[in-house]
C-alpha cells in the first residue's frame, strides 16, 4: 500500500495501536484508543499497572521493544526526558525496533532539542515521528478533550490525526519538529504565573474572611477567568490535593522552559520564581501531590 493510501484509512481495521504510560492521563488516552475500536498493545514495567486495559482486550509486552514491533503506531506518555530518550533510542527502544514506516508519537512534555534527535533518526529508518504534548490534566485526558501541540511533517499530522481527535478537541499542528514541545513551554509559563495568581487569590480570601466558593462564583467568568482557577480552584477550596498532574512532573517541565529560554537569551522572572515556589514545596514531601497544593504556600491546613 502507498503511504498516500495509507494515510486516507487509518482505521481500526488496519492499524495497531501501542501505548507506553498508563498514568493520570495515559490510562484514559488508551482507554479512547480501545473504546473506537483500534487493536490496543500495551508496555509497562510492572504489568498490573496495565490490568484494566488488559481485562478490555489490550495486549501486554514486557519490553518496548516488542511493543513496536507489533504495532503500526506507537504512542508515548511518560515522565522525564531521560525516559523518552531511553524509550526512544535506546539499543530495546522504539526507534531501533519500530517497523518502517510507523509512526512514532512522543505526548510527554519534554526536551525540543531531543524531539528533534528522535525526529531525525527515526527519518532515516523509514519512521514518521511527531512530538504531540497536551494540556488539560485528567479532566481533560478523562473527557477526550486535551490540547494537543503537535510537531513534525503534515503529512505525518494528517495520517494520525483520527487517533489525535479521539484524545483532544484543541489539535494543532505547531510546525517543524520540536514545535509541539516549545508550544508546551509556551503552555507551562503560562500556567506557572497562573496557578501563583489562583493560589494567592483563594489565600487572600479565605484570609479576609470570605467565603472562597462565592468568591470563585464572581470571579472565575470575567477577566481572572482560566482554567486553573475554574478547574482547581474548587479542589483547593475542598483541601483535595491530589494529582491531575504532579507537582514533581511540573517542575520537570519548568526546569525545561528555564534551560530553552537561557539558550534563547530570554529572561522568564515569573516562571524561575514559580519553580522556586514549587520546589521549596517538594522539599517538604508534597512532590507526588496536584499542582494546586502550591495554596499551602500561603495557608498550611
Known amino acids: ?41 500495551v508496555y509497562t514495567r510492572t504489568a498490573s499497572k496495565a490490568e484494566e486495559l488488559v481485562k478490555d482486550g489490550a495486549v501486554w509486552h514486557d519490553t518496548a521493544a516488542k511493543l513496536a514491533e507489533a504495532c503500526d503506531v506507537v504512542i508515548t506518555i511518560v515522565g522525564y526526558p531521560k525516559d523518552v530518550e531511553e524509550i526512544y533510542l535506546g539499543a530495546d527502544g522504539l526507534v531501533a525496533n519500530a517497523k518502517s514506516g510507523a509512526y512514532l508519537i512522543d505526548m510527554t ?37 486535551l490540547s494537543i501541540m503537535v510537531g513534525g511533517d503534515e503529512a505525518d499530522f494528517e495520517a494520525v490525526r483520527p487517533l489525535f481527535e479521539l484524545m483532544g478537541a484543541n489539535i494543532v499542528l505547531q510546525g517543524k519538529a520540536g514545535a509541539g514541545q516549545h508550544t508546551k513551554m509556551c503552555n507551562q509559563i503560562a500556567i506557572a504565573s497562573n496557578m501563583m495568581g489562583v493560589c494567592e487569590a483563594l489565600a487572600y480570601a479565605k484570609t479576609s474572611g470570605l467565603d472562597a466558593n462565592t468568591v470563585l462564583k464572581s470571579i472565575e467568568s470575567g477577566a481572572a477567568g482560566s ?11 475542598a483541601g483535595n490535593d491530589e494529582p491531575g498532574f504532579y507537582v514533581k512532573h511540573f517542575i520537570k517541565d519548568m526546569g525545561i522552559a528555564l534551560a ?35 495554596y499551602k504556600h500561603w495557608i498550611e491546613e
Do not use: C
Not at 482554567?227 to 477550596?237: A, E, H, K, V, Y
Open 109 to 145: 512534555t519534554s526536551n525540543p532539542q531531543l524531539a528533534e534527535h528522535i525526529y531525525e533518526a527515526s527519518a532515516i529508518k523509514g519512521i514518521h515521528a511527531l512530538d504531540a504534548p497536551v494540556s488539560g490534566g485528567d479532566v481533560g485526558a478523562k473527557g477526550g478533550m
Open 227 to 237: 482554567w486553573s482557577l475554574t478547574n482547581l480552584g474548587p479542589r483547593i477550596i
Open 1 to 41: 500500500m502507498y503511504k498516500e493510501d495509507w494515510l486516507m484509512s487509518l482505521t481500526p481495521e488496519n492499524t495497531v495501536v501501542g501505548f507506553i504510560g498508563t498514568g493520570v492521563m495515559g490510562k484514559s488516552m488508551a482507554m479512547h484508543i480501545q473504546k473506537a475500536g483500534y487493536p490496543l498493545h
Open 260 to 294: 530553552a529560554a537561557k539558550d534563547m537569551g530570554l529572561d522568564t522572572p515569573a516562571l524561575a520564581l514559580s519553580e522556586s515556589l514549587y520546589k521549596e514545596l517538594a522539599d517538604k514531601g508534597y512532590e507526588d501531590k496536584g499542582t494546586q497544593v502550591l
